[in-house]
């Protein structure tokens, strides 16, 4: 996950106020994620938060002991947290490291988690030693190529993605795809503005801003099924 640098949990903070967002986000991925869930890179549980008030039996997790604190400072009273984790999907001997949580869950998701992984292909294995036979592995990820810019490499992003390329990943180990599309197709306009002032931060303002317009933005989402975004989604199945 995203280290305690400013950039990373400034943005953290940022988008946590942006709350019809999250809700957005959430309401997009949640049909996908059932029984026992593990949440890769929790960060300070924007999205948490969501699957906490639903009363779904969720593992949180992250590599980064302040984000673990937060994590369970804000969210310790709830019944339904079954644990907070240290887990590290880039430990060079996963197995070793994890005996306890082999196929110990029916689904595990990463947002904008894998573009900070180096070794993304060593990662998708991991989920899949973390995964029951049958199991659902969600990914979101940012999107497309040409909109790298000051800001991811300020965030530590190693790369963007493209559906095509998410599902090359996944099938390589050994998953099947079950669904691959985009997210926020109007967001690309905000991030291709910020590419070309060539920010380093996610403005709170714009971020307020942009929050105000999710209803307009989801209707584009629907409009164009979803075939374009600033974020790339992909659902596999452990086979």
Known sequence: MISTDNTGKNTLEVIAAARRFNQWMYQ???PFLHGNVLEIGSGIGN???FFLADNISITLSDTDEFYLQTLKDKFHSFPNLKEILLIDLQHPSFESAYPALKKQYDAVFLLNVLEHVEHD????????YL?????????LTPAYTFLYSSLDKALGHYRRYTT????????????ITRQCFYFNVLGIVAWF????????TIPSKEMSLYNKIVPF???????????????????????
Do not use: H
Not at 131 to 139: A, E, M, Q, V, W
Not at 193 to 200: D, E, F, M
């Open 121 to 128: 292909n060593d990662s998708i294995k991991n989920c899949y």
């Open 164 to 175: 095509s390329s998410l599902n090359s990943l996944l099938q390589n180990n050994m998953f």
């Open 193 to 200: 503005y910020g590419k070309i002032l060539g920010l380093k």
């Open 217 to 239: 933005a989801e209707l584009i989402d629907k409009l164009i099924f979803r075939k374009a975004g600033l974020s790339a989604i992909i659902v596999g199945e452990k086979k």
């Open 47 to 49: 999205i948490s938060s």
């Open 131 to 139: 995964l029951k036979p049958g199991g659902t592995l969600l990914i």
């Open 28 to 30: 997009t991925i949640r």
